[in-house]
């Protein structure tokens, strides 16, 4: 895989209350690595009367991981776990064999929702294994010339995550400053950058919010150029060797997988448990291809 640049907009849409960019899947690229699922919340304004809730939904085959940059979120899910988003802390959720969660607004939080939620696809390995759930409050932090560099996941310049990792991949929250600064990357990791504000020139090309900056694979680094104070989140990994199916909130690898599992979720089989949320459990109609039988 050679080193490229393909720019592409991301897709508005809409996630209980809240304006998402969705970065990635895209037509022709379904990951980055085990990436598979991009979705750049907000800056929203989260009042009274108005913030992110998402009931209870189910998920399989992927890893959830949310990172904000402003406000406050709450997961809950059907491990048992009640725990508080904030900016700066990294909430990771594995769904295996099956779980479901809901993410509310807090109630009490006034103020800007800004932030990002990713899914990972799980391997075959463990894709078929118990749900789990960690957060981290804290994270590694590595100084790169003009920028402090997060590492949510995996290993990147000197900082290793303790965030659980089924496979070769690494996501990074990057605050740069005004300038350059060099970032180390593997030759053997594709790259992708995702701008939340501001803008970044690299490679000849220039990224910003509402975009998806593919950087293909090959390259030993990276130089980012800067006009302002920008935030932006790099993820990579080795290109995911699995086809990967989706469809809703479901990962998996045949579209049998992802109609027996939507089968169970509508059956409210124990296979994704209970979630203790006063919002709705969420229920959408069978998968497209099912209508053909029908
Ligand atoms: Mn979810």
Same mark, same amino acid.
């Given at each position: 895989?050679?080193?490229?640049? /393909?720019? =592409?907009?991301?897709?508005?849409?809409? *996630?209980? +209350? @809240?304006?998402?960019?969705? &970065?990635? %899947?895209?037509?022709? #690229?379904?990951?980055?690595?085990?990436?598979?699922?991009?979705?750049?919340?907000?800056?929203?304004?989260?009042?009274?009367?108005?913030?992110?809730?998402?009931?209870?939904?189910?998920?399989?085959?992927?890893?959830?991981?949310?990172?904000?940059?402003?406000?406050?979120?709450?997961?809950?899910?059907?491990?048992?776990?009640?725990?508080?988003?904030?900016?700066?802390?990294?909430?990771?959720?594995?769904?295996?064999?099956?779980?479901?969660?809901?993410? /509310?607004? =807090?109630?009490?939080?006034?103020?800007? *929702?800004? +932030? @990002?939620?990713?899914?990972? &696809?799980? %391997?075959?390995?463990? #894709?078929?294994?118990?749900?789990?759930?960690?957060?981290?409050?804290?994270?590694?932090?590595?100084?790169?010339?003009?920028?402090?560099?997060?590492?949510?996941?995996?290993?990147?310049?000197?900082?290793?995550?303790?965030?659980?990792?089924?496979?070769?991949?690494?996501?990074?929250?990057?605050?740069?400053?005004?300038?350059?600064?060099?970032?180390?990357?593997?030759?053997?990791?594709?790259?992708?950058?995702?701008?939340?504000?501001?803008?970044?020139?690299?490679?000849?090309?220039?990224?910003?919010?509402?975009?998806? +900056?593919?950087?293909?694979?090959?390259?030993?680094?990276?130089?980012?150029?800067?006009?302002?104070?920008?935030?932006?989140?790099?993820?990579?990994?080795?290109?995911?060797?699995?086809?990967?199916?989706?469809?809703?909130?479901?990962?998996?690898?045949?579209?049998?997988?992802?109609?027996?599992?939507?089968?169970?979720?509508?059956?409210?089989?124990?296979?994704?448990?209970?979630?203790?949320?006063?919002?709705?459990?969420?229920?959408?109609?069978?998968?497209?291809?099912?209508?053909?039988?029908?």
């Amino acid at each position: 895989m050679q080193p490229v640049l /393909e720019i =592409t907009e991301s897709r508005n849409t809409e *996630l209980g +209350g @809240v304006t998402i960019r969705r &970065a990635l %899947p895209r037509r022709g #690229r379904r990951t980055v690595g085990a990436w598979c699922f991009v979705d750049h919340m907000g800056p929203a304004e989260v009042t009274e009367t108005h913030g992110l809730d998402v009931g209870p939904h189910p998920h399989i085959g992927l890893q959830t991981v949310t990172w904000l940059l402003e406000g406050e979120v709450l997961h809950r899910d059907s491990l048992g776990s009640e725990q508080l988003i904030r900016p700066g802390e990294l909430n990771l959720m594995t769904a295996g064999h099956g779980v479901s969660h809901a993410e /509310e607004a =807090t109630g009490a939080y006034r103020g800007p *929702l800004h +932030g @990002v939620q990713l899914w990972v &696809a799980q %391997p075959d390995a463990t #894709r078929d294994g118990d749900p789990a759930f960690e957060h981290l409050s804290a994270l590694p932090q590595v100084e790169l010339d003009q920028c402090t560099a997060t590492v949510l996941v995996g290993d990147f310049a000197g900082g290793a995550s303790p965030a659980r990792r089924d496979t070769e991949h690494v996501g990074v929250d990057l605050r740069l400053r005004t300038g350059g600064t060099v970032v180390p990357l593997r030759a053997d990791f594709e790259y992708a950058l995702v701008v939340f504000d501001g803008t970044v020139s690299l490679a000849g090309g220039t990224v910003e919010p509402g975009h998806l +900056g593919y950087l293909g694979a090959g390259r030993d680094e990276v130089r980012l150029q800067t006009a302002q104070p920008t935030r932006a989140l790099l993820i990579g990994g080795v290109p995911f060797p699995e086809q990967v199916s989706m469809w809703w909130n479901y990962v998996a690898r045949t579209q049998a997988e992802i109609s027996a599992a939507h089968a169970d979720w509508n059956a409210e089989s124990p296979r994704f448990g209970e979630v203790a949320s006063l919002l709705p459990r969420i229920t959408v109609g069978p998968p497209p291809w099912s209508a053909q039988h029908g």
